[in-house]
């Protein structure tokens, strides 16, 4: 977790060190990032790499998960049955995002690598009525993203595919 000294630097030093870490992981997986090209990219000493993270892990998973809030504010919350078209043309809108602000990369690797590398969790089990579709239309939604993402060229049929078997769910 990214450190509170991290948090109060100014904003300048922080957009900085994002860009490096930017940089590096969207040029090296995890497994082969290094602190020191951060650290020279960022123009901080060593050591004050390890006062904002506790290691390269700790500024991936800061890195990533800034950069898919970033990609998310404006897709819906959940699939549901009333929101499937909404929902499923906001990939598009994904996949436009992470170009646009330079994550494509970085989200490219995540799934070539650093996905493995981490290591997985398990999907939520949702309790209500709804639990099944939902996770059903989650589940189908993000593999859609992953193979959009590893080959973009697939991207209109895959939409379609998963529209099709959604509005069948439903």
């Known amino acids: 977790m990214v450190s509170s000294t991290f948090k109060n630097l100014p904003a300048e030093k922080q957009s900085r ?3 490096a870490l930017l940089t590096e992981f969207s040029q090296y997986p ?9 650290v020279k990219n960022a123009n901080i000493a060593r050591g004050a790499f390890y006062k904002y993270f506790e ?9 990533f998960g800034i950069a898919m809030i970033d990609i998310h504010r404006t897709m819906p919350e959940q699939p549901t049955a009333d929101n499937i078209n909404a929902y499923v043309d906001s990939i598009r809108r994904f996949i436009s995002e992470t170009e646009e602000r330079g994550y494509r990369q970085l989200v490219k690797l995540h799934y070539q690598y650093n996905e493995g590398f981490l290591g997985s969790r398990p999907t939520v089990i949702h309790e209500d009525g709804s639990g099944p579709i939902q996770w059903a239309m989650t589940v189908l939604y993000h593999q859609t993203v992953r ?3 590893l080959d973009p060229t697939s991207m209109d049929p895959r ?3 998963l529209r099709t078997i959604l509005k069948k769910v439903n």
Do not use: P
């Open 17 to 19: 060190i994002r860009q």
């Open 30 to 38: 995890l497994a082969e990032a290094q602190v020191a090209r951060i």
């Open 55 to 63: 290691d390269l892990t700790d500024a991936y998973n800061y890195e």
């Open 147 to 149: 193979d959009i993402v």
């Open 159 to 161: 939409i379609e595919q």
